[in-house]
């Protein structure tokens, strides 16, 4: 277990709708990063927050945004979800910002838009 | 996009074989790492292996790295059935926190 938690574990929405999915990281993790996984396919980096403060972003576009709390939790939001928004959502956290620390994994949100 | 790629796509082999995967990137880097995935679930941090290792060993894990090649490979030796899963390699970049993730080798370990 890597102590990374995730929720919900499935979730449905249609075209349109707007969905918050939720990350819990480790204790002192203050490093928070979240990829998408398409069927088949490798993850692709999505953004990362340190400190609550957006940290690097990927090619995706702004109707995904994030949230990263004190406590440790993040939060990925996704408004105007469209039917290729479907895939497993990872988060991961890390001690630090530097690359070379491993990211430890939640199991993450399987996410199906009809 | 994908950093790179992963050969092979798919590996069969029977349980106590070795099964090796290789892992080939775009860009230069300053590690590169080995996560493992069962059934889509999530991913498992197996090995790092920084710009200046050449090889890496940890348990029946070995990995290698050519940057003047820019590729590396992952090695599991004496196979098992637990070992299958889908294997990605991934690469951190000079300067950059993000893992970039290459699309797998999909291993099964035939009892």
């Known amino acids: 277990e890597t102590g990374v938690t995730q929720s919900p574990t499935h979730l449905i929405k249609t075209r349109g709708q707007q969905v918050t999915l939720r990350c819990s990281s480790q204790?002192?993790?203050?490093?928070v990063s979240w990829y998408q996984q398409a069927l088949g396919q490798g993850p692709q980096f999505i953004f990362q927050?340190?400190?609550?403060?957006?940290?690097g972003r990927g090619n995706f576009p702004p109707r995904f945004s994030g949230l990263q709390f004190p406590n440790y939790s993040s939060e990925l939001n996704v408004n105007a979800l469209e039917l290729d928004d479907s895939a497993l959502y990872l988060c991961?956290?890390?001690?630090?910002?530097?690359?070379?620390?491993?990211?430890?994994f939640g199991p993450g949100t399987r996410l199906l838009v009809l | 996009s994908q950093q790179g790629e992963e050969d092979p796509q798919a590996l069969s082999i029977q349980e106590g074989e070795n099964a090796t995967m290789n892992c080939s990137y775009k860009?230069?880097?300053?590690?590169l790492q080995w996560y493992r995935q069962n059934s889509g679930r999530g991913l498992v941090h197996l090995i790092l292996?920084?710009?200046?290792?050449r090889e890496k060993h940890s348990g029946r894990l070995r990995v290698t790295l050519d940057t003047s090649k820019k590729s590396s490979s992952l090695l599991i030796t004496a196979s098992r059935a637990a070992d299958t899963a889908s294997y990605f390699c991934?690469?951190?970049?000079?300067?950059?926190?993000?893992?970039?993730f290459g699309q797998g080798t999909r291993l099964t370990i035939n009892p």
């Open positions: 991934a690469t951190v970049g000079q300067g950059a926190q993000k893992l970039v």
């Open positions: 991961a956290s890390s001690a630090s910002l530097a690359g070379v620390e491993t990211q430890y």
């Open positions: 927050y340190y400190r609550e403060e957006e940290n």
């Open positions: 860009t230069s880097i300053n590690n």
């Open positions: 204790s002192g993790h203050n490093t």
């Open positions: 292996i920084r710009s200046n290792e």
